[in-house]
Each structure stands twice: as structure tokens, then as C-alpha cells.
């Protein structure tokens, strides 16, 4: 065994994260889960939404036989929603070619949608205890620094570099416990900010820490300014509360959700509520424009919302239009900015 891994089991057993839901037990499933819903998320956001998630669909045969509104709805709020998506998919994959359970085999786990070699190697070593490389966010920083990495780790060259790295630390035994290892290390010691490196296990042999490089490694991507975006929703309810929600597109920002109707301007709003509705424009009352950001872009939010005296102009619900009521919106699948301003209306 490394050196390297030798410490960090070391501190794992002595300060690692031990009580984590999807630790007890550690099946596919549930590491599945957990790593899907990581990805870009802190764990103390996920832990909540894994409980509820799993209290809801405790299996994959679960998972596949859901409708998408059903699993969008207990994923509203953790962002990223090609995750859920890709989750969705890989669980019916799964159902029609593995016997509705997730593949033993890399490559016939790595080839579902959403799972990549860094997860389908998370998965692999927690739930199966394979001898099997890990590369997230927190393990490159990692490596980064231990070992002194010049360059943004995203790039093919670097990345490939760490690739190298990461499997050669890697211990003949203790797999489950070594991955988590690395991942919690990352988390909650090598940090992005204010690193705890006074009390780090391995800072005696990590060439940032030695030669004062810390704060630079790893080295940030060239970035540029955020374009910005403006978009004008339509908050429209009626006598009855109940608010009218359009499905987003397949594919783009917040693919698949229900959301309030958008459009760019006053014209076409105007044509929309007319079309749609039945609505007066001019009778709607513009609300403070508040921004969301991603991580591409900036999102400039001007809601407008009109309250209907009564609802015999309006056309019926159908597939991509629908009334719902506010003490259901929970039951639908919400961007977060937009569940935030229906659930605190001014």
C-alpha cells in the first residue's frame, strides 16, 4: 500500500464521514444514488433529498417504472437536471438489459446514461469493492496539490496526468473505505478555501503545501465574463389559486420541468396571454426582477403576474399547458427560482 493511501485510511478511520446515509448499506443502488446526486452538490444538501428520494423509490425496478414528473418532482431544487434525466434512463436501461439491476461490469456501467468513469468507478469500488480509480472534483484538487500539477486539471492533458496518478495510489484492499476516503478528504480538509493543511495527514510530503503553492494549485480554467440573459415570466392564477404552468423543452435549461410560461418581451407576451388565455396584458402587475445564476450565464428574471377574476376564457389543460393548484405545486417538478417566487408571492 502507498504511502499516500496508508495516511488517508488512517484519518479516515479516525476522522471520516462513517454515518452517511448511503453508507448503511452500501448497495449499488444506493451508492448509484448518491454519487449521481453529488456531482456538483455539497452532501449536506444531498442527504435530505437522498432520504426523500429513497423513502419515495426505494429500488431501480422503482426508479424505472416512475413517471418523470414523479422523479423531476423529488429532484426540484438540486439543479442540474439532466441528472435526473440521465438517472431515469439508465434505471429503465437497466430494467430492459440487466435484469433491473446496475451492471458489476465497468464497461457495461459506464455505458448508461448520466455515469462516467469517475462514477461508474465510485460506484464499482463502494458497492462492489473493485480496485477501481476515482477522479471527481475533490480527488483532483487533491492530487493536485500533493503533487505539485501545473495546469487547469479540465484539460485532456492534465486530467490524463491525474488519471495516472490516482490509480497508481491506489490499495490492494479496504476499496470502499479508501474511496470515500479520498472524496471526504477533498470535502472537508484539502479544500477549495482555507485548506486545513495544519492538520492534514499528508502535508509533510505535499509539494504545494512545501513550496507554498496551496491557494494556486489546482489552477483555475481561463475563465471570462458571464453573458447575461432577460426573460419575462408569466405568473397567471385564477379564481380558484391555481397557477398555469407550461412544460419546458426536452432538452436545454431546466429540460423537461414544469415552469411559468417565458418570453422575451412585451409583444410577444401579450400574443401568448391572448392565444393562451384569454388575458389582458395591460392588467398584469410587474414584480421585482430578481437574477438566477448558472453556470454559464446570468438569468435576469422580470415576473409579471395577473390575478383572473374568472376562468371562462382559459383553454383546457393538455400536455405541455396545465392549471395546477398551489397546495400542489409539490407534486410537480419546479426550477428552483420559480418554486422560491410561487411559494413567496409578494
Sequence with gaps: MSGFAQHLLAWFDRDGRHDLPWQHPRSPYRVWLSEIMLQ????????PYFTRFLDALPTLPDLAAADTDRVMALWAGLGYYARARNLHRAAQVCVQEHGGELPADFQALSALPGIGRSTAGAILAQAHGQRIAILDGNVK??????????????????????????????????????????MDFGA??????????????????????????????????PGKPLPERRTLMLWV????????????????????????????????ARDWLATNVGADFDAGEDLPVFEHVFSHYRLHIGPRRWRLADAESRKGDNADLRWQPRQQLHELGLPAPVKKLLGNPP
Excluded: N
Excluded at 503545501?209 to 480554467?221: A, D, I, M, T, Y
Design 141 to 182: 484538487r487533491t492530487l493536485a496539490r500533493y503533487h505539485g500539477v501545473e495546469g487547469w486539471p479540465g484539460s485532456s492533458p492534465v486530467e490524463k496526468k491525474l488519471w495516472q496518478i490516482a490509480e497508481s495510489h491506489l490499495p490492494e484492499s479496504r476499496m470502499a473505505d479508501y474511496t470515500q476516503a479520498i
Design 40 to 47: 456538483q452538490t455539497q452532501v449536506q444538501t444531498v442527504i
Design 237 to 268: 392564477e385564477d379564481s380558484q389559486g391555481r397557477v398555469l404552468l407550461t412544460r419546458r423543452p426536452p432538452k436545454g435549461v431546466w429540460a423537461g420541468l414544469w415552469s411559468l410560461p417565458e418570453t422575451q418581451g412585451h409583444d410577444q
Design 188 to 221: 472537508t480538509l484539502c479544500t477549495r478555501h482555507d485548506p486545513a493543511c495544519v492538520l492534514c495527514p499528508l502535508q509533510h510530503d505535499c509539494v504545494a503545501r512545501r513550496e507554498g503553492r496551496v491557494e494556486q494549485l489546482p489552477e483555475s480554467k
